[in-house]
């Protein structure tokens, strides 16, 4: 098929790199805020496994074509039309639409972006009856793009016309062939479908959260809750390990978005506003527990930190835990000495270059160096096992804050350090 994919998302290179990979001719349109020449050095494209060169080589070889503006887009006639856009960039589409009316051939619409409910619906109206439009639900996971696009799990596709699935189905056959992943609703149904599910998946860590900081205050290990409420077949073991807080882009917008819906419809969200207030809260746990064991003497202070990152095997930073750690430190006069081995460039770019924060990429103890304490905030692979004997040697404090609940406490204890998880402690 002939494809033409807008945007610079996530979404919009491993759309591009998967479907010119089996066989489609592809027409890429990166979003004029971030042109190719701009993303191709995008830290997080750079950490995604495989992927910028796998546009790079598809672009090498002419199976994967940059289109310079709308109308060298459209210059050939493209059978369908695949949006990858962020909310922000719902309102830029005037000049692409006024061409797609006119355009011939153009037979779908893939709405692939997180756009309010009902949106695919009115991208269909600005047609004019000349194509239709689909939802198909972005399940793209940062860290795992190309394997989550090329080997989903479900793809959902929101779709009221049988000929318009049949074009979906025929496009995405070579990434649907070990088993039926692709599950059909109606689209309205499709895109609220996206919404909730991660707004279920946030209340199921926030709820997790709120029973790690009841463990703490009876004294319980939470461990032993969790693998009690995971064994439980109603409940399962998926998204119930508390933490300091969770982040992301599409997370974070997703939830917000959901409770944009919930604000439109008139129908307040109690339950959804409590998950948010519960997260942002947990995001400063780590700096209360540090509080709390130096008796709010903190100024002077110098903290480890190892990981930026929202989550492992991406440089993204947005609404990351850490930001807020780091205001919360820097307030009380405390100096950070942080290490992550992607995010930094992100993480300077966010907060420059502060006077009370020093950055390491290279050995992660070389950050602990000089430090009172150490908090772990993002679980990078790297961090798991550390030389416990130096890293005793290295931090004054001898305290480690487990904000992932990574490290067994009685061992870490073992090795004279005192340990604070989160609904965890034990003590050398």
């Known amino acids: 098929m002939r494809v033409l994919i807008h945007g610079s998302e996530l979404s919009a290179t491993a759309a591009a790199a998967a479907l010119s990979w089996v066989g489609h001719s592809v027409t890429w349109l990166p979003h004029p805020d971030q042109p190719w020449e701009t993303l191709r050095q995008a830290e997080w494209l750079v950490r995604e496994p495989g992927l910028l060169e796998r546009l790079e080589s598809a672009l090498a070889a002419g199976d994967l074509r ?3 503006d709308t109308r060298d ?12 856009l962020s909310p922000q960039q719902r309102d830029g589409l005037e000049a692409l639409f006024a061409a797609l009316v006119n355009a011939e051939g153009l037979r ?58 049949a074009r979906v189905r025929e496009l995405l056959r070579a990434f649907n062939r070990r088993q039926e992943v692709i599950q059909r609703m109606p689209r309205r149904a499709a ?49 119930l390990y508390p933490g300091c807080g969770f982040g992301g882009p599409n997370f974070s917008r997703d939830l917000m978005r959901l409770a944009d819906v919930q604000s439109a419809s008139g129908r307040r969200s109690a339950l959804l506003e409590q998950v948010l207030d519960i997260n942002e809260h947990k ?33 993204r930073i947005d609404q990351a835990p850490v930001l807020p750690l780091l205001r919360a430190l820097w307030a009380q006069g405390v100096r950070v000495r942080l290490h992550d081995p992607a995010a930094l460039p992100a993480l300077r770019q966010e907060v420059g270059e502060h006077p009370l924060l020093e950055t390491f990429d290279g ?26 004997a130096r890293l005793a040697e290295a931090l004054s404090e001898r305290l480690v804050l487990d904000g992932r609940n990574i490290y067994d406490p009685a061992w870490v204890s073992a090795q004279g350090l005192t340990y604070r998880g989160i609904g965890r402690r034990a003590d050398p």
């Open 191 to 239: 895109e609220l479908t996206k919404l909730a599910i991660n707004g279920m998946l946030a209340t199921r860590i926030s709820y997790m959260n709120e029973v790690a900081g009841l463990a703490d205050s009876l004294g319980v290990d939470v461990e032993h809750v969790r693998l009690g409420m995971g064994s439980d077949p109603r409940i399962g073991y998926e998204y």
């Open 283 to 315: 995001k400063e746990t780590l700096f209360r527990k540090l509080w709390h064991h130096l008796h709010g003497r903190l100024e002077g202070r110098c903290v480890a930190i190892w990981g930026a990152a929202f989550k492992p095997g991406t440089a």
């Open 66 to 68: 940059l289109a310079a």
């Open 363 to 388: 050995d992660p103890l070389e950050a602990c160096r000089g430090a009172d304490a150490l908090m772990l905030v993002t679980e990078w692979k790297t961090y798991w096992n550390p030389d416990w």
């Open 108 to 165: 779908l619409l893939v709405n692939h972006s997180t756009f309010p409910v009902g949106e695919t619906e009115r991208l269909e109206a600005r047609l004019g009856g000349h194509a239709r439009a689909v939802a198909l639900a972005d399940l793209i996971e940062e860290g795992r793009a190309w394997e989550t696009f090329t080997r989903p799990s479900r793809w959902l596709l929101g779709c009221d016309d049988t000929e318009a699935e």
């Open 73 to 84: 887009a459209v210059a050939t006639p493209q059978e369908v039309v695949w949006l990858s």
